[in-house]
């Protein structure tokens, strides 16, 4: 098993990609702090990791510094330590630039961008007193290449990555490795809002034809978190089936 005796917090882990990960990391042998706004789907999905391994839920707004804080101690009280860290919490809220309003901005820009800041600040303190650590960001291939009606999320997803890069450099020191997977369309319920037409399309300039799979984004979590990638550090790893290359 690949993360044999390691603990993990997965933010937004109540469904989608998040859960997946989640599944993926317990199945390789990792004790998993479920971490999610949602009560009601974050508890069902702990149940279905408990089957798997050892596993616990907590309630949490990624903006909040207040509620992260809680998170990241009752990750520590319950398995003693944290290895590895998944800000994937996220959110859309699409418009093209002439008609996003503001609140759009600020909604996504917490969520996504402060909100991976305060997780982290919050779980390297942990890490660093442990002298190792792991740090996964959720970008996107928005980030790396822009994509029109979404200036708030371009503008967090391409913040991800440049707080990878300078948290690698800052803390690769320290012995935690920060790296970022960058998706393409992934079928979750985030894309199920996004037109047919415009996921056919995607589906057919990726060479791989097809739209990506939670669990294609599960396993390069679980490659980054894992041992095999000890020397990968301060990366941006594209799953998007050749979409961008
Ligand atoms: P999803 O919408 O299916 O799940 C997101 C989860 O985050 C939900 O469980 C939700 O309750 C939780 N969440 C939202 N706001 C939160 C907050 N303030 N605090 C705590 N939890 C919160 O999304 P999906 O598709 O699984 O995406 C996961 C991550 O991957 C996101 O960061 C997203 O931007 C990123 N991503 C997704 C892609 C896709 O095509 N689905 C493509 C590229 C990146």
């Given at each position: 098993m690949r993360l044999s005796g390691k603990t993990a917090i997965i933010t937004g882990g109540a469904r989608g990609i998040g859960k997946e990960t989640a599944l993926t990391f317990i199945r390789e042998g990792a004790k998993v702090m479920l971490a999610d706004f949602d009560e009601a789907k974050g508890h069902d999905t702990m149940s279905e990791l408990?089957?798997?391994?050892?596993?616990?839920?907590?309630?949490?707004?990624?903006?909040?510094?207040?509620?992260?804080?809680?998170?990241?101690?009752?990750?520590?009280?319950?398995f003693g330590a944290i290895d590895i860290l998944v800000n994937n919490a996220g959110i859309t809220s699409d418009g093209f630039l002439v008609s996003m309003q503001e609140q759009q901005w600020e909604s996504v820009i917490d969520v996504n961008l402060k909100g991976t800041f305060l997780c982290t600040q919050a779980a390297v303190k942990v890490m660093l007193d442990q002298a190792k650590g792991c740090v996964l960001n959720a970008s996107s291939v928005?980030?790396?290449?822009?994509?029109?009606?979404?200036?708030?999320?371009?503008?967090?997803?391409?913040?991800?990555?440049?707080?990878?890069?300078?948290?690698?450099k800052e803390l690769g020191p320290k012995g935690i490795r920060v790296?970022?997977?960058?998706?393409?369309?992934?079928?979750?319920?985030?894309?199920?809002?996004?037109?047919?037409?415009?996921?056919?399309?995607?589906?057919?300039?990726?060479p791989l034809k097809r739209l990506g799979l939670p669990e294609d984004v599960a396993?390069?979590?679980?490659?980054?978190?894992?041992?095999?990638?000890?020397?990968?550090?301060?990366?941006?790893?594209?799953?998007?089936?050749?979409?961008?290359?």
């Open positions: 408990q089957s798997f391994g050892e596993a616990d839920f907590v309630q949490v707004d990624v903006t909040s510094r207040e509620q992260v804080e809680n998170m990241v101690s009752r990750a520590r009280e319950r928005v980030g790396v290449y822009g994509n029109i009606g979404q200036s708030n999320y371009i503008a967090s997803k391409s913040g991800v990555i440049g707080l990878t890069k300078g948290w690698a790296n970022a997977v960058a998706p393409g369309f992934i079928i979750t319920d985030m894309t199920a809002k996004v037109p047919d037409k415009v996921l056919d399309a995607m589906k057919s300039k990726t396993k390069a979590y679980l490659f980054l978190a894992s041992d095999d990638a000890a020397f990968i550090n301060g990366q941006v790893l594209g799953v998007d089936g050749g979409l961008v290359i």
